[in-house]
C-alpha cells in the first residue's frame, strides 16, 4: 500500500507540473538590439483566475552550471517587465512560470533561450503604396534602432488564399530612414498585403502588419464640364463616371486643377460612417413612395465589395434576417426616380452584436516622467470588434498596492495620458473595448516611473524627510548670515587698516614763512587808490609803480595803542604798489588755507624776472585783510587793480 501511495504522489507531481497546467510558456523579448533596454515577460492562462499568483524562474541551462537562478514575483498579472541588470544575457537560460492559486500549484513548460538575441520587433507601419500596372511599391519606416532585419511579406487576391516570400534590408546610416519593397502583381487583380518582421540574431516575429488594400492602377477620368453664366458670375458643373470597384478599392481621392486661377481642390474620399442612429431609419423606410434599398457586407470590416444587394420593397429588418452575425454590413436608402434619385440614409447595422474578440493591438507606454506618462494603441480592427465600439476600458495598478484605477475612453482615441503617478513606482495597465454586450480580451504592459531629484525626493517623502528637509534650510541660513556678517567685518577692518590720505593742495614745503606768522587780528581798509601814467613804460609795455593814498573809512577794528605805530609804518610802506609783471599764471589760494593766506603779504617769487615786460597774465595780491588781483595794462598801458 505504501508503494501505490508514493506511485499516486510521484503521478500526482508529475501532473502538476506542467502535463494539466493552463499557464503557457513565457515569452521574454526586448523591442530593439540595444544592449541597455530592458525585457518583457509574457504569458497566457486559459484559466486565468483573479487569485492567481505568478513567480518567473530563470536558471543556467547547463545541469552542471548552477551558477545564475533567479525569481521575479509578478503577482496576479500575466506579464513582467525585468530589469537588464538583474539579468544575464550571454548564457543559455531556462525560463519557467509558476502558478498558485490558494493550495493548488503548477507550472507552466520551459523554455530555454539566450537572452541577447531574444528580441521582438513592433509590427511595420506601411505609409506608401504605389501601383502602376504589375509593378508594386510599397514603403514603412525602419524599426527604431535604425537596423537592417529580416522581413515577411504576404499577399493575396479577394477570397484567395495567402502567398508569402521573405527578404532581408541593411543597416541604414542615418535616423529616420525608410525601408522599401516592390512586388509584381497580376494587373487587373485587387489585392491585399500583409508584412511583419525580425531582428537577424533573434527567432521572435513581430505581429503582422495593418492590412494594405491595394487596388488596380486607376484611369484617367473624362470629364465632362458645363457651364452657366449668370449676372456676372460663371457656374461650371464638372461630371466624371465612377471608377470601376477594382480601381476604388480602400477608397478615391480626387485632385482638382484650375489654371486660372490656379487652384487646387481635395475631394477626399468617401468613408464609411462609424455609427448611425438606430431610429432614424425605420421611420424612413415608410414616407417616401420611390426608394430603394442598398446593402452589403464590409470586406475585412472597411472595403466594400464589387457586388452589393438591392431591394425596391424589403424593408430592413426584412433583410436583417439574412445577415450574419457579428458581421458589420452598411445600406444606403436611395429616395426617387434614376435621374432625381437622391441618397437619404447611409448606415452601419449589424443583426446581431457581440463582444470584442481581440485586445487593442501594439499597447506601448511613451513619455514616461516621473508622475505621468502616455498610453498608446492601435484600435481594434472593425471585423474584431463584433458590435458597435462604445468606450475603451483602461485599468491601472501600482506594484504592492490593491486598489485599481479605472479609466473609459472613447473609441475614436488612441491614446491617454496617466496623470498624478508616484515617483520611483511599478504600475501595470491593462486595456480592452467593449460594445453594448461587453468587454473583449485586454492586453497588459508593465512600466517604471522616474525618481524625482534628490532634494525634492526628500520634501515628498514626509515624517523624516521633512525634518532633513528643515535640518538642510537652517544649515543654509546660518551660512547666509555668516557670510554677510563675515564681509561687514572686513570692510570695516579694511577702512581702518588701509584709510584713505587726501592729497594736500599746498604742501608745507611751499610755504616756509608759514610758521613764523604773527596771527593777529587785522583790519580791513578801503584805500583811493589813483593811477598815473608813464608813456616811457608804456612803450615798453609796463607801468609804473603808482603812487597811491590810502585813508581809513569804513570797517575799522580797533588795535592796541602800542602796535598802532608799527601798523602806520607797514601804512606808509605800503602807499606805492609796484607793477609786477609776468607771463607765468599765479595760483590762487586754496580756500582751505585761506586763514592764513590772507595774512601773508609777500608776493610769490618768479623764477626769471627777465619775463617781467609780458603783463597780460593777473597778479594776486593781498593787502591788510583785502585781496587784490593785478589784471595788467589796459588798451592805454595803465596798470589795473581790483
Not at 513567480?55 to 521575479?72: E, H, K, L, P, R
Not at 593777529?520 to 609796463?542: A, F, M, P, Q, S
Request: glycine share 4%; with cysteine.
Amino acid at each position: 500500500m505504501k508503494t501505490v501511495g508514493l506511485l499516486v504522489l510521484v503521478v500526482a507531481v508529475f501532473v502538476d507540473k506542467g502535463a494539466t497546467c493552463s499557464v503557457s510558456s513565457p515569452q521574454c523579448y526586448k523591442n530593439t538590439t540595444k544592449p541597455d533596454d530592458d525585457f518583457l515577460c509574457e504569458w497566457g492562462d486559459r484559466d486565468h483566475s483573479p487569485e492567481a499568483i505568478y513567480t518567473i524562474f530563470m536558471q543556467s541551462s547547463s545541469v552542471n552550471d548552477s551558477s545564475y537562478a533567479n525569481q521575479f514575483t509578478a503577482g496576479k498579472q500575466l506579464s513582467k517587465v525585468l530589469a537588464v541588470e538583474d539579468l544575464i544575457t550571454t548564457r543559455l537560460l531556462d525560463i519557467w512560470v509558476h502558478r498558485q492559486v490558494f493550495n493548488v500549484t503548477c507550472t507552466s513548460p520551459t523554455i530555454s533561450v539566450f537572452l541577447s538575441n531574444s528580441v521582438k520587433y513592433s509590427s511595420p507601419a506601411i505609409r506608401k503604396k504605389i501601383r502602376s500596372g504589375e509593378k508594386l511599391i510599397l514603403s514603412w519606416p525602419r524599426v527604431n534602432d535604425n537596423k537592417g532585419a529580416i522581413y515577411e511579406i504576404r499577399w493575396k487576391k479577394i477570397n484567395d488564399s495567402w502567398q508569402n516570400k521573405t527578404f532581408k534590408t541593411e543597416d541604414g546610416k542615418n535616423n529616420g530612414n525608410w525601408d522599401s519593397y516592390t512586388l509584381q502583381l497580376q494587373e487587373h487583380a485587387v489585392y491585399q498585403v500583409q508584412i511583419r518582421r525580425k531582428a537577424k540574431q533573434s527567432l521572435l516575429w513581430s505581429d503582422w502588419s495593418q492590412t494594405a488594400d491595394i487596388p488596380i492602377e486607376i484611369q484617367q477620368p473624362v470629364v465632362h464640364l458645363r457651364e452657366k453664366k449668370d449676372t456676372g458670375k460663371r457656374e461650371i458643373t464638372l461630371k466624371w463616371n465612377k471608377p470601376p470597384p477594382e480601381a476604388s478599392f480602400g477608397g478615391v481621392s480626387y485632385e482638382l486643377t484650375e489654371a486660372r486661377p490656379l487652384k487646387e481642390i481635395i475631394i477626399p474620399p468617401v468613408e464609411h460612417l462609424k455609427y448611425c442612429h438606430s431610429n432614424s431609419h425605420t421611420d424612413s423606410l415608410r414616407k417616401p413612395k420611390h426608394y430603394c434599398l442598398e446593402w452589403y457586407k464590409l470586406v475585412d470590416g472597411e472595403t466594400r465589395p464589387a457586388k452589393v444587394n438591392t431591394s425596391r420593397s424589403n424593408t430592413l429588418e426584412d433583410i436583417k434576417k439574412g445577415m450574419e452575425k457579428f458581421v458589420r454590413y452598411y445600406y444606403f436608402l436611395h429616395t426617387g426616380r434614376k435621374k432625381q434619385r437622391r441618397t437619404k440614409i447611409a448606415c452601419p447595422v449589424y443583426s446581431t452584436e457581440g463582444a470584442p474578440t481581440s485586445q487593442p493591438k501594439n499597447v506601448t507606454v511613451l513619455n514616461i516622467t516621473c508622475d505621468s506618462a502616455v498610453l498608446w494603441w492601435q484600435s481594434i480592427p472593425m471585423q474584431e470588434q463584433h458590435g458597435f465600439m462604445l468606450h475603451y476600458l483602461i485599468w491601472i495598478s501600482k506594484e504592492g498596492h490593491t486598489d485599481t484605477g479605472y479609466y473609459q475612453v472613447p473609441p475614436n482615441k488612441t491614446s491617454f495620458l496617466l496623470r498624478n503617478l508616484d515617483a520611483g513606482s511599478s504600475y501595470t495597465i491593462s486595456i480592452a473595448g467593449r460594445t453594448t454586450v461587453g468587454a473583449g480580451p485586454n492586453s497588459t504592459r508593465a512600466f517604471f516611473t522616474c525618481n524625482y531629484p534628490s532634494l525634492v525626493n526628500i520634501v515628498k517623502q514626509g515624517g523624516n524627510g521633512l525634518k532633513m528637509a528643515k535640518i538642510v534650510l537652517i544649515v543654509c541660513s546660518v551660512v547666509f548670515l555668516f557670510s554677510v556678517a563675515l564681509s561687514v567685518a572686513i570692510r570695516r577692518l579694511r577702512s581702518k587698516l588701509l584709510p584713505i590720505i587726501p592729497n594736500p593742495v599746498i604742501s608745507a614745503a611751499t610755504m616756509p614763512h608759514m610758521d613764523n606768522q604773527n596771527l593777529k587780528t587785522v583790519t580791513e581798509e578801503v584805500d583811493d587808490v589813483i593811477l598815473l601814467r608813464r608813456d616811457d613804460l608804456v612803450k615798453h609795455g609796463c607801468s609804473p609803480k603808482q603812487k597811491h593814498s590810502t585813508s581809513l573809512k569804513d570797517y575799522e577794528v580797533s588795535v592796541d595803542e602800542d602796535e598802532e605805530d608799527e601798523d602806520k609804518e607797514d601804512d606808509e610802506e605800503t602807499h606805492f604798489t609796484g607793477l609786477i609783471c609776468s607771463d607765468k599764471p599765479s595760483s590762487f589760494p586754496n580756500p582751505n588755507y585761506k586763514g592764513q593766506l590772507l595774512q601773508f603779504p609777500e608776493f610769490l617769487e618768479l623764477t626769471d624776472k627777465g619775463q617781467m615786460e609780458n603783463c597780460e597774465v593777473s597778479i594776486t595780491s593781498y593787502k591788510n585783510g583785502l585781496f587784490f588781483e593785478n589784471r595788467g595794462l589796459d588798451n592805454e598801458g595803465i596798470s589795473v587793480q581790483s
